[in-house]
């Protein structure tokens, strides 16, 4: 077989070669279009004469790598590029060879030299000015990651840089030696605005406060942050009165354990839970922390549904085991009476789901001899036993499952125009936001599962290149949802029914077959592009078309 071509000449077959496209042209431009290896080319001095990689190329390197999906180490980058075309990806002269763990090793020591968390703040900036965005709430959250391996301690005492110790396992590993990440993520296209990599033993109440008063200044100036929102764990008094001091504006959700809270939460939900199909709120004012704020108490109907099949499972189990042991202490024999109520007392401190709804002490005769005892016979003493009924409390069961079906949101902004009830509800909602991206990273095909390098500053460098992986994946969702939306346009779900919406994971998947066929070296085809490709890729533009277009 031969194929003519413009040249004349013949090509025969060992002239083919096939390289493998798939989705890496949508992520080469979303990281070009963010101008993320620009920004690091400039701002980090490098002697590109004696480089033929330079470090925005290798941070590009290890972006593609990352969502490729692979299940590929960050050392296994040569081989991830072999059957890609590299120089369509990263630019001319190019090649994987290039790619190697030495070059990518030392990209992760200038990354850190550098300062892994003041160069993603300038990254993000920029981000969220290419893109358009209104970063008024930034979510903030961490989560942790195993490491394996040894490290030297003294390189773990360095100013600076990360302890990898034991500490609170976000995944149930607390036998394994972890580092933390630490996220804030605005809310509009749910784009990390500020990383920061954290000591194992980290502890949330601290931390937060920590970053926000070490960058609050810089997010209000390069992203306009107006509202910090977290969990339970802001609501700290020391932290609130930290962000007081700073002006800072910010959402969180009031802890349970709060003896104010459950006190409202005793007076509000009974009346927020009636009707209990619709979702109901109530605002009010109160001072916590000598801070004035507005308290949301938010009934949620599937909360309900939730507490009452649990509740009900707790306390029918946990009613059976108090009567058991009622049942055990009414077969107990007391020497005397104080010894039987002394029993009585401690037994009812301990019930939980139940209450001691009448008792008796009775009193009975014990003999020295077996069978009835004759008319004039004395006895040798007496046994004391319990005689006992318990009953249910239902006001306890009533009160947990208020408790269980409201939440309250706190926020320092009191003034109701400014955010309203349901614009302080949806932001809070918004926190999954962060936690979606929690789960990206922990997706088992993303290079991230355990983390594994020679020392601590490059885990800190390669926990950089994790969020920026993340940013370019939010970031090019954002930009696809948005051309649609503009465009009045669609895109085949999972289901082949069209959809304004798609996740960038399902975009990735759908361009999964898109190969280059390069011919004698002179002309290219892109095979297995369709209608809906083509559409998307001219809906992002021609830096998205170029990428996907063939040559010759």
């Given amino acids: 077989m031969a194929m003519h071509v413009d040249s004349g000449s013949l090509v025969t077959p060992d002239q083919y070669s096939s390289r493998v496209l798939n989705h890496l042209g949508l992520v080469a431009g979303m990281y070009d279009e963010l101008g993320v290896g620009e920004l690091i080319d400039q701002v980090i001095v490098q002697d590109m004469e004696r480089r033929h990689v330079s470090l925005g190329q290798a941070v590009k390197a290890m972006v593609l790598n990352g969502l490729g999906f692979t299940q590929r180490a960050l050392y296994l980058t040569p081989q991830f590029f072999q059957d890609k075309p590299v120089e369509r990806l990263m630019g001319p002269g190019v090649d994987a060879a290039q790619l190697n763990d030495d070059v990518l090793g030392r990209t992760l020591d200038a990354l850190y030299d550098y300062g892994v968390t003041s160069l993603y703040s300038q990254l993000a900036a920029q981000a969220v000015s290419r893109l358009g965005l209104s970063s008024r709430f930034g979510h903030l959250d961490s989560t942790s990651f195993h490491v394996d391996g040894d490290y030297a301690s003294d390189a773990q005492d360095e100013a600076g840089v990360v302890r990898l110790t034991r500490g609170y396992s976000r995944d149930h590993r607390p036998d394994l030696n972890q580092v933390v990440l630490q996220l804030i993520v605005e809310r509009q296209a749910a784009l990390p605005v500020l990383m920061q990599p954290l000591s194992g033993n980290s502890s949330d109440k601290t931390s937060f406060r920590e970053a926000i008063n070490a960058h609050i200044n810089q997010l209000r100036s390069d992203v306009r942050l107006e509202y910090v929102v977290a969990d339970s764990a802001l609501y700290a008094s020391e932290t609130l009165q930290a962000l007081d001091q700073?002006?800072?504006?910010?959402?969180?959700?009031?802890?349970?354990?709060?003896?104010?809270?459950?006190?409202?939460?005793?007076?509000?939900?009974?009346?927020?839970?009636?009707?209990?199909?619709?979702?109901?709120?109530?605002?009010?004012?109160?001072?916590?922390?000598h801070i004035k704020q507005r308290w949301l108490v938010v009934y949620s109907p599937e909360a309900h549904q939730r507490a009452l099949h649990t509740l009900n499972q707790q306390y029918l189990s946990g009613s059976r085991a108090e009567l058991t042991k009622a049942d055990k202490l009414a077969r107990r024999?007391?020497?005397?009476?104080?010894?039987?109520?002394?029993?009585?007392?401690?037994?009812?401190?301990?019930?939980?789901?139940?209450?001691?709804?009448?008792?008796?002490?009775?009193?009975?005769?014990?003999?020295?001899?077996?069978?009835?005892?004759?008319?004039?016979?004395?006895?040798?003493?007496?046994?004391?036993?319990?005689?006992l009924n318990l009953a249910c409390r239902p006001e306890q069961h009533h009160q947990r499952v208020w408790r269980k079906s409201c939440f309250i949101l706190a926020t320092n902004q009191t003034d109701t125009e400014a955010l309203t009830d349901d614009e302080l509800l949806a932001a809070y909602k918004d926190q999954q936001n962060v936690e979606r991206g929690f789960r990206f990273f922990k997706d088992p095909q993303f290079m991230a599962a355990t983390l594994f390098l020679k020392s601590p500053q490059r885990i800190m460098a390669l926990m950089m290149i994790m969020t920026l992986c993340l940013m370019v994946y939010a970031a090019l969702e954002y930009r696809i949802r948005q051309a649609l939306a503009d465009h009045e346009c669609v895109f085949p779900n999972q289901k082949n029914q069209p959809t304004t919406t798609p996740t960038a994971r399902w975009v990735f998947h759908y361009f999964t077959g898109i190969h280059l066929l390069i011919i004698a070296q002179l002309n290219s085809l892109v095979l297995n592009l369709n209608e809906h490709h083509i559409a998307l890729l001219t809906l992002l533009g021609e830096r998205y078309e170029r990428l996907y277009a063939p040559d010759g």
């Fill in 246 to 289: 700073q002006q800072v504006g910010w959402i969180s959700r009031v802890p349970n354990t709060l003896t104010l809270a459950q006190q409202i939460l005793d007076t509000v939900a009974p009346e927020l839970i009636s009707p209990p199909q619709r979702q109901a709120m109530r605002s009010l004012g109160t001072v916590y922390a």
């Fill in 333 to 387: 024999v007391f020497a005397c009476e104080a010894d039987a109520q002394q029993a009585l007392s401690a037994f009812e401190k301990g019930l939980k789901y139940t209450m001691v709804a009448q008792h008796r002490i009775l009193t009975r005769a014990r003999y020295r001899t077996t069978g009835r005892p004759a008319h004039d016979q004395l006895p040798a003493g007496y046994d004391y036993h319990l005689e």
